[in-house]
C-alpha cells in the first residue's frame, strides 16, 4: 500500500511540473499577479526568513501603491523551506503547483539549489536573494535562474585585499561548516589570499570546518588559538558564529574576529552578548541603512511603520529588489509568460530599479555591480562602515 501511494504522489508531481509549462497566468486577467516567496520561515534561519517576507510585503505595497503592473495589483504567497534542503523541494513544488508568475528565493547556496533545479524544469522564473554559491550559476546554466545577491568569489576577494592591505594581517585563519556557502566563501577567501601568501606578504595558518548545529566548539577553539592567528575569518552562519566568538574569547583568543555575510545580524548580537559582539566586523554588502536611493528611503519608512527597526542583514533587501526585478522585467517584457520575462532580465532591464539601486544580470543570471563594505558592531549594537 506505501508504495502503490508513493508511485501515485511521483506522478502527481509529474503531472504538476508537466502542467507548469503552460502559461502561469493569462494577461488579460484583470486580478492580482501572484509571485511566490520561498523563504526560511521556520528552521535554523526564520529569523532571516520572517525578514524577507516582511521586506516582499513592503516592496509590495510600494509597487502597488505606485500601480502595480500591467495595470494589476501583485499578491505574494508565501512557500516555507524550513531552512533545508529536502523542503525546499516541496516548498519549490508547491509554488510550482500553484501557477504563480515567478519566485523570489531563496536563503542559503544548499537550500536554494534543488528548488533552482525544480524551477527550472518547470520553466518558472526564480530569483535568489540569499544564495551566494558561485556554483549555482558557474557548473549550470539556467536559462530562469537569477539572483540579486552577490557571488562568493566577490567576497573572497574582498575580505583577502582588506585583510593584507589595510588590516596588515600577516597570519589568517579561516573557518568555516562545510555547507555549500561557507565552504564556498572559504574557498574563495582562500583562492584570494594567495597572491599575497605568494609575496610572502601572509601565511595562511588554520584553515578547517566546524560541525554545524552542535554547541560546544570547544576543540575547534583551542586549535584557532594554538595558531596565533592575526585575523580570523569565519564564513558559516549567524547561529553558530554567536556561540564561537563567545567561547573563542573565552578561550583566550584575542585576534578579530570577522565575519561573513551570513555570520552577524541582530541575533548574532543576541547569541554571542553585547560585551563580545562589540568589535566583531563583517564583509557585507551595504545594509539598507547605508543605501541613498530613492526606493530605499521609501522602503525604511515603510518598513519602520509596519514592523518597527528596519532590517539587520542584507539579504531581506535582497529578496525585495527580486520583487522589484520580476515587476520590472513583466513589464518591460509586456507579459507574464516565462520566457518573455527571462529573456527581459537577461536582456531589457532598462530603467528597472530596486532597493539597492539598478538591478542589471550577467547572461549567467548573476547580479551585476555588487558592492561590499567592511561592517563593524558598536558597543550599543549598531553596525557601521569601517574605512577601506
Not at 577553539?221 to 547561529?239: A, Q
Amino acid at each position: 500500500m506505501r508504495k502503490s501511494v508513493s508511485v501515485l504522489l511521483v506522478c502527481m508531481l509529474a503531472a504538476v511540473f508537466v502542467l507548469s509549462g503552460c502559461s502561469n497566468q493569462n494577461t488579460g486577467d484583470t486580478g492580482p499577479i501572484q509571485i511566490a516567496l520561498q523563504a526560511p520561515i521556520t528552521g535554523d534561519y526564520a529569523y532571516e526568513g520572517q525578514m524577507a517576507k516582511q521586506s516582499v510585503e513592503v516592496a509590495k505595497e510600494l509597487i502597488n501603491n505606485a500601480g502595480g503592473v500591467l495595470g494589476r495589483k501583485i499578491e505574494i504567497t508565501v512557500v516555507d523551506d524550513g531552512s533545508n534542503p529536502k523542503d525546499s523541494a516541496i516548498a519549490a513544488q508547491k509554488a510550482v503547483s500553484q501557477k504563480v508568475v515567478a519566485v523570489i528565493g531563496s536563503y542559503g547556496s544548499s537550500v536554494t539549489e534543488p528548488a533552482a533545479d525544480i524551477y527550472e524544469k518547470s520553466k518558472m522564473v526564480s530569483v535568489g536573494y540569499g544564495c551566494t554559491a558561485v556554483s549555482l550559476t558557474m557548473d549550470k546554466q539556467r536559462a530562469y535562474f537569477f539572483r540579486t545577491c552577490g557571488r562568493d568569489d566577490a567576497q573572497g576577494l574582498f575580505f583577502a585585499k582588506y585583510a593584507v592591505e589595510t588590516m596588515g594581517a600577516k597570519r589568517i585563519a579561516i573557518m568555516h561548516d562545510n555547507s555549500t556557502f561557507a565552504k564556498g566563501v572559504a574557498d574563495q577567501a582562500e583562492l584570494a589570499l594567495q597572491p599575497y601568501v605568494d609575496a610572502g606578504k601572509c601565511t595562511i595558518v588554520y584553515f578547517d570546518a566546524i560541525t554545524p548545529g552542535e554547541k560546544d566548539f570547544s576543540a575547534a577553539v583551542t586549535k584557532l588559538r594554538n595558531t596565533n592567528p592575526d585575523v580570523w575569518y569565519y564564513t558559516g552562519y549567524y547561529t553558530e558564529a554567536g556561540l564561537l566568538i563567545r567561547q573563542a574569547r573565552d578561550a583566550g583568543v584575542t585576534c578579530p574576529f570577522v565575519g561573513g555575510n551570513a555570520a552577524i545580524n541582530d541575533d548574532f548580537i543576541k547569541i554571542a552578548g553585547i560585551d563580545v559582539a562589540k568589535g566583531a566586523l563583517m564583509t557585507q554588502e551595504p545594509l539598507i541603512g547605508d543605501i541613498t536611493t530613492s526606493i530605499a528611503d521609501q522602503f525604511r519608512t515603510l518598513y519602520k511603520e509596519k514592523y518597527g527597526d528596519v532590517p539587520s542583514s542584507p539579504w531581506p533587501v535582497y529578496a525585495a529588489d527580486g520583487l522589484y526585478a520580476i515587476v520590472g522585467a513583466i513589464k518591460n517584457a509586456n507579459s507574464l509568460e516565462a520566457d518573455a520575462i527571462a529573456n527581459a532580465m537577461h536582456t531589457n532591464m532598462v530603467n528597472v530599479e530596486g532597493v539597492t539601486g539598478p538591478i542589471l544580470f550577467t547572461d549567467r543570471g548573476d547580479r551585476k555591480d555588487v558592492p561590499y563594505k567592511m561592517y563593524e558592531v558598536t558597543a550599543d549594537g549598531k553596525y557601521v562602515v569601517r574605512p577601506e
